[in-house]
Each structure stands twice: as C-alpha cells, then as structure tokens.
C-alpha cells in the first residue's frame, strides 16, 4: 500500500462524498418541494436507503462496477495517475456545478473524465467500444425512460383517480410520495455506488492489492457508507433547482416522476448499464410536468441544465486530458 495508492483511494472516496452530496436531491427533491417531508427527514430517509441500495449489490451483481471498472479505457496501459485525474475532474466540475445550483451527471464526468486522462496516458487505443456502447445506451435511456415512464404513468393516475377530490389525492399521494422517494434513493444507491466500487477497485488493480478486478465486500460497504454520510449533508441548492424551479409540483406529480426515475433506474443496474440518475429523474419531472400542457415546464431553467449536460462530456474530457499530463509530469512515480 503505497503512498500515490492511499491517495488515489482517499481522491475516490472523497468523490464519492461529493457523489451523496449532490446527487441526494436527485431522491429527495420532489418530496421536499411538496411538503410531504422536511429537508432533514428526507436527507436522513435518502441516506438510509442509499447505503442499503449500494449494500445490495452484493445480491444483485456489480456488473455496473465492472464496466466503469474495466470497460471503459483498458486496466493494463493506464496508471494510477489516470485514475487521480479523473477523480480530480470529478470533483472540480461538481464544485462548479453544485456552486451554480445545477444538477449534473456523475456517470458523465467519471467516464470522460477518465477517457481523456486514459487518452493522454496511450492515445486513442486506450478506449474500449464494449463500456462506451453501455454508456451510451444509458445516456439515451436516461432521457426517453424517465420522460416516458412519467408522462405514461402520470396520464393513467390521471384517468384512475379523476373522480377523486383534490384534498384526497393530495392526502393519498402525499403518504405514498414517502414510499416512492425511498425507491428513488435505493435505486440511486444501486447504480451510482456500484460507479465509485468499480474505479476504487481500478485502484486496488492498479495498485497491484488485488490481481484481478473483482469487487471485494468491503469496498461495497466502505463506498455505500461514505455516499451516505455524503448525502445526510444534502444539497439544497440543487433541490431548489429540481424541486421548485423546473415545474409546479403537486404530492401525485413527485410520486410519479420518483416511481418513473427509480424503475428506470433499477433495470439498467440489472442489465450492466451506468445510468445518469440525474438525467432520469429530471426528465421524469418534466414528462409529469408536460401531462399538464408543454407550458408548465419552465423550459428556461430546462435549457440551462441541458447546456451543463452538454458541457459536462467534452469539458471533463479536457481537464482529465489535461489533468493527467501534469500529474505525470509532476509525479511521474504515479504512472
């Protein structure tokens, strides 16, 4: 266990903080912005289920792990400078985004992060098609899951409770909200923590503590505690963003746009793919949002965090590239 090692661990870790920290609103946001449950309450509930998502990898598989781990540029030409720089991109970018109250994608700048450090470690040869094909189908259903899976699911509660008052939906959806941001948070655990396992593992590969990348149980349960200690210290500016600013939110609007996010979320983990939590449960709110009419989504909050999605891939490519010469050149014991 060499010094660069230890660092290198203690760089993911620390992104994986960040990680809870702001992608807590991703679970959280709808249920704050309907009252159904107070900032603390919602940000210790989305803790719990965080850990246990993550926790309950060990059941499921961590086949998500295994393509950020191993999928996206090859173990064998990269060293553990390409993994700091990663991880530094990580966290600048989130700095930035959370500083301007955006929701941003930490699957994004994990795999362009580490793409453009892996570039500039053994040039284009370095990227493997067989992860960037899983991340591309995820980048695709992020957007069309959760727009659909909201719009469908929201026009049917429609029809099924249309002859109910407004006060008991509200008191139905509002008890069931709670429910429902509970599977948001679990399925966010079960993808985006698996994300951090796989490039701590990376680490440990590279590292030479393990000889082949399998996920140990400890690094399971180590990142499932640290993402959630990450999100018990919440992010309200993002839940302001998500939660009030996008569209007006009503209790069935934020059980819908969570129960679209969390299922959408839940097959891809199953089938290997690294999903943008965030994608999915920003698009969800905008399909609930568009059942009302395409007007109630305040499409100028839309664009700006399209433009930090679009942003996110080519930006964090730059700084990993750019990150990752540095390093080398700096700490050339580190490659």
Sequence with gaps: ??????????????????????????????????????????????????????????????????????????????????????????????????????????????????????????????????????????????????????????????????????????????RLQIFSSAFMAFSHGTNDGQKFMGIFTLALVLGGIIPEFKVPIWVILLCGLVMGCGTITGGWRIIKTMGFKLTRLEPVNGFTAETSSGLGIVLCTLAGIPISTTHTINSAIMGVGATRRFSAVRWGVTRRIVVTWLLTFPACGIMGFLLALLLKFLFPAMA
């Design 1 to 174: 266990m060499t010094v660069t090692l230890v660092f290198v661990l203690l760089l993911v870790l620390a992104a994986e903080f960040a990680n809870g920290m702001t992608d807590a609103p991703n679970a959280i946001a709808t249920v704050v912005s309907t009252r159904v449950l107070s900032p603390r309450k919602a940000v210790v509930m989305a803790a719990s289920m965080e850990i246990i998502g993550a926790i309950i990898t060990t059941l499921t598989g961590t086949a998500v792990a295994s393509t950020i781990g191993k999928g996206i540029v090859r173990p064998e030409v990269i060293g553990l400078h390409t993994v700091a720089a990663a991880l530094i991109t990580i966290l600048l970018w989130t700095t930035l985004a959370w500083r301007l109250g955006l929701p941003t994608s930490k699957t994004h700048e994990m795999v362009a992060g580490l793409a453009g450090a892996g570039l500039a470690a053994a040039g284009p040869s370095v990227l493997l098609w067989s992860g960037w094909e899983k991340v591309l189908i995820g980048l695709v259903l992020a957007l069309v899951l959760g727009f659909t899976f909201g719009y469908i699911l929201m026009n049917v509660i429609y029809r099924v409770f249309n002859h109910f008052s407004l006060f008991k939906v509200r008191k139905t959806f509002g």
